[in-house]
T-cell receptor
């Protein structure tokens, strides 16, 4: 079974600082990878996804993530965070061809951006 | 487009009781998945429904059951509630065409408290 590990439980940054959130997964086969964001009081929203092709994917609100297959990683980055990026971020993986379409999520990283 | 809606938003039940949670899919979606999110954890896959049949199940006991209706809405039923069932229950819908699935769209969830 696949698993997802997010390295940081809580990250605190000042506005304009750069962000990188780590995500590693364990699964030997082909995967689809996702980052979801949950703003306070709101539902989980898709930030970006990787299915195939260019390993550097761009999402909404200036976020991007890079899939490094050899490292089983899919880290999320943003060059300059804003106060409105304060939220919880979840990395998720779907094992392609392993049966039903189900996502395995990490435990999440809470990001607090200080104005 | 209409998003995923869940009801009720909050629910308090007593141990041993039964509960039914409801979900309306995003318009145009034909697949519904249910996830359990305990406090401080990422969402965990319960099961998925496609064409009114269960299409994959996570590591949850049989007292967790579901239904999908012809209009693609869904119910999650939990019997013999236990204290550990206290969590946020998330419904997510997607469009499945052939063997491909669109990314999941989540509802706001139902917060279940078991006392």
């Amino acid at each position: 079974a696949q698993s997802v590990s997010q390295h940081n439980h809580h990250v605190i940054l000042s506005e304009a600082a750069s962000l990188e959130l780590g995500c590693n997964y364990s699964y030997g086969g082909t995967v689809n990878l996702f980052w979801y964001v949950q703003y306070p009081g709101q539902h989980l929203q898709l930030l970006l996804k990787y299915f195939s092709g260019d390993p550097l994917v761009k999402g909404i609100k200036g976020f991007e993530a890079e899939f490094i297959k050899s490292k089983f990683s899919f880290n999320l980055r943003k060059p300059s965070v804003q106060w409105s990026d304060t939220a919880e971020y979840f990395c998720a993986v779907n094992a392609v061809g392993a049966g039903s379409y189900q996502l395995t999520f990490g435990k999440g990283t809470k990001l607090s951006v200080i104005p | 487009e209409t998003g995923v809606t869940q009801s009720p938003t909050h629910l308090i039940k007593t141990r041993g009781q039964q509960v039914t949670l409801r979900c309306s899919s995003q318009s145009g979606h034909n697949t519904v998945s249910w996830y359990q999110q305990a406090l401080g954890q990422g969402p965990q896959f319960i099961f998925q429904y496609y064409r009114e049949e269960e299409n994959g199940r996570g590591n949850f006991p049989p007292r967790f059951s579901g239904l999908q209706f012809p209009n693609y809405s869904s119910e999650l039923n939990v019997n013999a509630l236990e204290l550990d069932d206290s969590a946020l229950y998330l419904c997510a819908s997607s469009l499945r065409v052939g063997g491909n699935n669109s990314p999941l769209h989540f509802g706001n969830g139902t917060r279940l408290t078991v006392t």
